[in-house]
């Protein structure tokens, strides 16, 4: 990093804080451990599957004394998509191990778990670490999303570890990565290889949490840039007053994003997935529930508006996740005969043929953008990416339709005027500087993985517990990741997964939201956060996710 600029250049200074104990004692603590657990599901099965590190009590720390621990190797990936704040967990991770035994050496493996299997790595040094404190995004290391699965890879990531006399490993990923991570430690200990391995929860999506991680670390920035780009445009949207901002925000299926963003902001709508697949809410409905928003709106004056839309909706409109499953499988059953069609128009009309009645009639009431979209280019698993798919061009184009009809019925003077700007916001927020709350919550994360190390512990995810709270009541310590675990069907295989967490209609985050949503939609209440403040007020600077605050209140 040749230039960097005077914000980055202040913020190399700022110090996260640690919870207590770790303040107090670094990373030489004693370890308190809990009654023996079990995991979410499946006992028995997940029992079966990890043998050596089911069952394993929940630790928390409490001060310890320095003692002597001998120089060791360890080796650090960061895995899966970007998120604010992988930096500092290994620049907490570097510290703590250095504080337990200056000789220690941190290895960087490069591009995620593939640099962990083509031995791809870095010897982090202090002056590397130093530049890259408090920045966001991955690039001190680079992440992949190389899947860590097979015998053969944990037989490679051994062999590498050895290579190097590296005795212990930190994944730093979402559920699937760490979901690998208890399955390599679980190899590790089978083989007796004496190689430990650590998890640290990561991921924008804030759906890596549960009773025991109260968040993945990066939700927080990435919901605070988001909400500062929807309170931009809020603004912008209440100058003009012409415009309909349709806007879709990332996070995979679950729709935390969405919510966070929506209680930051006050939007005129916000869809929430979760609720449309438990209320069975078909695509017309809201689409008609949209239009009838934008209607009222126009009638009251107010011809313009913000809506929000997760990621991950399509999947979780009933009659679109149907017709996604059946239209997978019927271009693999039919792949060379749909390759060989020679435009779009006949694989449309080959596909709504193939599909029964029901589904045909769904698929050919799309935009002819969507219907493209639908039938482009499969993952590796022959699935349709559906972040791909452009969800808040579908409900424009649907409501334009709708309109068009009601426009039609009404007189010239009471038109209702419909001009919109679609957006989509996800990597705007992934590499962002961390906020304070996710500086401190990484770096403490990472120091966290350390001192679980040094306590010997493998099969463990660093957790930093009531984080509501100001770090000093913060808790530290380690859940087993077999805990987290239960048996899911993937790609039509039953297997065993970290379980994870959507949207809960129960939850007080839906909840707050719901009870305000019929206001917001009338009137213009929009709220404008601005931007990321790391210097000054505490109420400014340190205040954690409104979804978090609500759910441990
Ligand atoms: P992780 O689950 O790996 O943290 O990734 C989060 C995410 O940002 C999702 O919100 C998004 O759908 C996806 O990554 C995009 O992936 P890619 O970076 O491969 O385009």
């Known amino acids: 990093m040749s230039k960097i600029s005077a914000l980055q250049k202040a913020r190399s200074q700022y110090v996260p804080k640690l919870p207590a104990v770790l303040k107090q004692c670094g990373p030489f603590v004693t370890i308190q451990e809990g009654a023996a657990t079990k995991s979410v599901a499946d006992q028995k099965a997940i029992k079966a599957l990890y043998p050596d590190t089911y069952g394993l009590p929940v630790v928390t720390f409490a001060p310890g004394a320095k003692g002597p621990s001998a120089a060791r190797k360890v080796g650090v990936i960061l895995s899966g998509g970007q998120a604010p704040g992988g930096h500092n967990v290994i620049a907490g991770l570097f510290d703590a191990l250095k504080a337990l035994n200056p000789d220690n050496e941190l290895f960087g493996f490069l591009g995620g778990p593939s640099g962990l299997l083509e031995d791809k790595y870095l010897n982090l040094s202090a002056e590397l670490v130093d530049q890259y404190r408090n920045t966001g995004g991955f690039d001190m290391i680079c992440s992949g999303r190389t899947k860590l699965e097979t015998e053969e890879q944990f037989a490679k990531v051994a062999q590498n570890c050895k290579k190097h006399s590296i005795t212990a490993v930190v994944i730093i990923g979402g559920d699937d990565s760490n979901t690998n991570a208890c399955t390599l430690a679980q190899y590790l200990l089978t083989k007796k290889t004496g190689i430990q391995v650590i998890g640290c929860p990561k991921t924008i999506d804030g759906d890596l949490k549960n009773d025991w991680i109260e968040v993945s670390f990066g939700f927080d920035t990435a919901t605070k840039v988001y909400s500062e780009l929807i309170g931009n445009i809020m603004r912008d949207a209440n100058s003009a007053r012409k415009?309909?901002?349709?806007?879709?925000?990332?996070?995979?299926?679950?729709?935390?994003?969405?919510?966070?963003?929506?209680?930051?902001?006050?939007?005129?709508?916000?869809?929430?997935?979760?609720?449309?697949?438990?209320?069975?809410?078909?695509?017309?409905?809201?689409?008609?529930?949209?239009?009838?928003?934008?209607?009222?709106?126009?009638?009251?004056?107010?011809?313009?508006?913000?809506?929000?839309?997760?990621?991950?909706?399509?999947?979780?409109?009933?009659?679109?996740?149907?017709?996604?499953?059946?239209?997978?499988?019927?271009?693999?059953?039919?792949?060379?005969?749909?390759?060989?069609?020679?435009?779009?128009?006949?694989?449309?009309?080959?596909?709504?043929?193939?599909?029964?009645?029901?589904?045909?009639?769904?698929?050919?009431?799309?935009?002819?953008?969507?219907?493209?979209?639908?039938?482009?280019?499969?993952?590796?698993?022959?699935?349709?990416?559906?972040?791909?798919?452009?969800?808040?061009?579908?409900?424009?184009?649907?409501?334009?339709?709708?309109?068009?009809?009601?426009?039609?019925?009404?007189?010239?003077?009471?038109?209702?005027?419909?001009?919109?700007?679609?957006?989509?916001?996800?990597?705007?927020?992934?590499?962002?500087?961390?906020?304070?709350?996710?500086?401190?919550?990484?770096?403490?994360?990472?120091?966290?993985?350390?001192?679980?190390?040094?306590?010997?512990?493998?099969?463990?995810?660093?957790?930093?517990?009531?984080?509501?709270?100001?770090?000093?009541?913060?808790?530290?310590?380690?859940?087993?990741?077999?805990?987290?675990?239960?048996?899911?069907?993937?790609?039509?295989?039953?297997?065993?997964?970290?379980?994870?967490?959507?949207?809960?209609?129960?939850?007080?985050?839906?909840?707050?939201?719901?009870?305000?949503?019929?206001?917001?939609?009338?009137?213009?209440?929009?709220?404008?956060?601005?931007?990321?403040?790391?210097?000054?007020?505490?109420?400014?600077?340190?205040?954690?996710?409104?979804?978090?605050?609500?759910?441990?209140?």
């Open 243 to 553: 415009y309909w901002h349709f806007i879709k925000l990332m996070g995979r299926s679950a729709s935390h994003i969405a919510l966070e963003c929506a209680l930051q902001t006050h939007p005129n709508a916000c869809l929430i997935s979760e609720e449309v697949a438990a209320k069975n809410i078909s695509l017309q409905e809201i689409v008609q529930k949209l239009t009838r928003l934008v209607v009222n709106r126009a009638d009251n004056k107010l011809n313009f508006g913000v809506v929000l839309i997760p990621e991950g909706l399509i999947e979780f409109i009933p009659e679109i996740k149907l017709l996604i499953a059946q239209l997978n499988d019927l271009l693999a059953e039919h792949a060379d005969e749909f390759a060989a069609l020679p435009d779009l128009h006949r694989k449309i009309a080959f596909v709504a043929d193939k599909l029964g009645q029901k589904l045909a009639a769904v698929f050919t009431s799309l935009p002819e953008s969507i219907q493209a979209q639908l039938l482009g280019d499969r993952d590796p698993f022959g699935n349709v990416q559906v972040s791909k798919i452009e969800t808040e061009k579908l409900l424009i184009e649907m409501i334009e339709r709708k309109l068009a009809r009601i426009n039609a019925r009404r007189e010239k003077k009471a038109q209702v005027k419909f001009s919109t700007q679609a957006h989509f916001f996800g990597y705007e927020g992934r590499c962002a500087a961390p906020s304070n709350f996710d500086a401190d919550y990484c770096y403490s994360l990472g120091y966290t993985a350390a001192a679980l190390l040094g306590a010997g512990k493998t099969g463990y995810m660093a957790s930093v517990s009531n984080i509501s709270q100001s770090a000093d009541e913060w808790v530290a310590g380690g859940i087993p990741l077999t805990m987290m675990m239960n048996i899911e069907r993937r790609h039509g295989k039953d297997v065993p997964v970290i379980r994870k967490a959507l949207v809960e209609l129960s939850a007080r985050p839906f909840r707050e939201f719901a009870s305000h949503r019929n206001t917001w939609a009338r009137g213009v209440d929009f709220v404008y956060p601005g931007p990321i403040q790391y210097f000054g007020p505490k109420a400014v600077c340190d205040q954690a996710s409104i979804t978090l605050r609500l759910e441990q209140k």
